[in-house]
């Protein structure tokens, strides 16, 4: 059962990905600015007030945001399965976080449905703190010589699932077929995006959203 403090905190967990306070957060969903603030979580004679289902839906439409993802944020930091990896709870010792590499990010069993990191088999890789706090990066490795000439082989991309994507946003995608490109994304639209290839070489792609398993934003690159 969801209890009123998961629901708050996951909540603020949102504004926090978007670099938004909760007030920030309401506002962005056109709700009236208050309507997060932590007095308003309490009736004057302490009942607990619980955020409506039509204010929740507005904020993830203003976010991006799915209800898996959403879901996701009103879990603890850990799990004792240790299924997650790169669940928000602050930087990992020293800001290791997780690595793969593109050949192997196409294959089963190392994201969940919201294209966090999942499962075993990652490596690790140092990255500073700041970076390292967001809620799921993870580190992908380039493999071959599709990328260039921005990205060479072994340069590692800091990537970051269910932040917000935006038009010229660089950004990896995973369809559901399990083949992983690093793309530009010119356009999304309701039923489809349009993504511009790194290498002149290739040329650009169309998919459909529903052949899109994941889109993730690039924040980073060691090149």
């Known amino acids: 059962m969801l209890s009123h403090k998961q629901i708050w905190e996951a909540i603020d967990r949102l504004a926090e990905r978007h670099e938004l306070t909760p007030s920030g957060l309401a506002r962005r969903a056109g709700l009236d600015p208050t309507s997060f603030n932590k007095s308003k979580r309490l009736s004057a004679d302490g009942r607990l007030r619980w955020p409506s289902t039509e204010s929740i839906a507005k904020v993830l439409d203003a976010t991006g945001a799915s209800m898996e993802q959403f879901l996701a944020f009103m879990q603890p930091a850990s799990s004792s399965s240790g299924e997650r990896i790169g669940e928000r709870a602050g930087p990992s010792p020293g800001g290791a976080i997780p690595l793969l590499g593109f050949a192997?990010?196409?294959?089963?069993?190392?994201?969940?449905?919201?294209?966090?990191?999942?499962?075993?088999?990652?490596?690790?890789?140092?990255?500073?703190?700041?970076?390292?706090?967001?809620?799921?990066?993870?580190?992908?490795?380039?493999?071959?010589?599709?990328?260039?000439?921005?990205?060479?082989?072994?340069?590692?991309?800091?990537?970051?699932?269910?932040?917000?994507?935006?038009?010229?946003?660089?950004?990896?995608?995973?369809?559901?077929?399990?083949?992983?490109?690093?793309?530009?994304?010119?356009?999304?639209?309701?039923?489809?995006?349009?993504?511009?290839?790194?290498?002149?070489?290739?040329?650009?792609?169309?998919?459909?959203?529903?052949?899109?398993?994941?889109?993730?934003?690039?924040?980073?690159?060691?090149?």
């Open 104 to 223: 192997q990010a196409g294959a089963g069993g190392f994201f969940d449905d919201g294209g966090f990191p999942a499962g075993h088999g990652w490596d690790v890789v140092e990255f500073p703190p700041k970076p390292s706090q967001r809620s799921g990066v993870y580190a992908l490795e380039v493999q071959g010589e599709s990328m260039m000439p921005l990205y060479r082989d072994g340069d590692v991309l800091i990537v970051e699932p269910g932040a917000q994507v935006r038009r010229n946003d660089r950004v990896v995608v995973r369809t559901c077929t399990g083949e992983v490109m690093a793309k530009v994304l010119l356009r999304q639209s309701p039923r489809s995006i349009e993504l511009m290839s790194l290498n002149p070489e290739h040329p650009n792609r169309t998919l459909d959203l529903a052949d899109v398993d994941w889109i993730a934003r690039i924040i980073w690159a060691s090149q």
